[in-house]
């Protein structure tokens, strides 16, 4: 089945600087790739998603790159703020094969005023 | 306009009892999905569900857990015998009917069950 490992686990940056999580799958199939932000206690809230079609995706201060020959994609965070604090989970899904999303662990990130 | 609804939001059960998780998607949402999370670990799939079909419950213990997503009302996770390891937060997402979209899940606010 489909393997995801997302790096780092935990970041920490200065308020206004960059942040960038990278994910790879293992899956050539996988063709569609979201990214959730969890607020401690909360809901996975779904920011940004990609399809295999597509190699990059911006929104705003977020932008998401897919490389399908590594089989890998990032998030971008450009100008963080402190409410840019949470956890952050990468995703891969095969549309054609039910839908289920296989997560990464998960990157904690610390924004520092 | 609604998001995913869960209930309860906190559920407490003494080992041996049944815990019933219900989920209610959004609007013109038909596809369900059940995921758990372990403290400080990430989401995994347990079952995915659409009106009155198991479509992959490739995530789900083969014992004591079971789901449904009858044609009226929430769908249902369902745990018999708890034990302490079923403590965990429950999510359950929905997902669209557009073809184009169905792949797009929103999430619940979880159900976070302890198990003494």
């Known amino acids: 089945g489909e393997n995801v490992e997302q790096h780092p686990s935990t970041l920490s940056v200065q308020e206004g600087d960059s942040a960038v999580i990278k994910c790879t799958y293992s899956?050539?199939?996988?063709?569609?790739f979201p990214w959730y932000k969890q607020e401690l206690g909360k809901r996975p809230q779904l920011i940004i998603d990609?399809?295999?079609?597509?190699g990059e995706k911006k929104d705003q201060r977020i932008a998401v790159t897919l490389n399908k020959t590594a089989k890998h994609f990032s998030l971008h965070i450009t100008e963080t703020q402190p409410e840019d604090s949470a956890v952050y989970f990468c995703?891969?899904?095969?549309?054609?094969?039910?839908?289920?999303?296989?997560f990464g662990g998960g990157t904690r990130v610390l924004v520092k005023p | 306009n609604a998001g995913v609804m869960q209930n309860p939001r906190h559920l407490v059960r003494r080992r041996g009892q049944e815990a019933r998780l219900r989920c209610s998607p959004m609007?013109?949402?038909?596809?369900v999905y059940w995921y758990r999370q372990l403290p400080e670990e990430g989401l995994k799939f347990m079952v995915y569900?659409?009106?009155?079909?198991?479509?992959?419950e490739s995530g789900m213990p083969k014992e004591r857990f079971s789901a449904e997503f009858p044609k009226e009302g929430p769908s249902i996770l369902r745990i018999q015998q708890v034990v302490r390891g079923d403590s965990a937060a429950y999510f359950c997402?929905?997902?669209?009917?557009?073809?184009?979209?169905?792949?797009?899940?929103?999430f619940g606010p979880g159900t976070r069950l302890t198990v003494l």
């Open positions: 899956d050539s199939a996988s063709n569609y």
């Open positions: 997402a929905s997902s669209p009917s557009q073809e184009i979209r169905t792949d797009t899940q929103y």
């Open positions: 990609i399809r295999s079609n597509v």
């Open positions: 995703a891969a899904c095969i549309k054609a094969a039910g839908n289920k999303l296989t």
């Open positions: 569900l659409q009106k009155e079909n198991i479509i992959d």
């Open positions: 609007k013109g949402h038909s596809h």
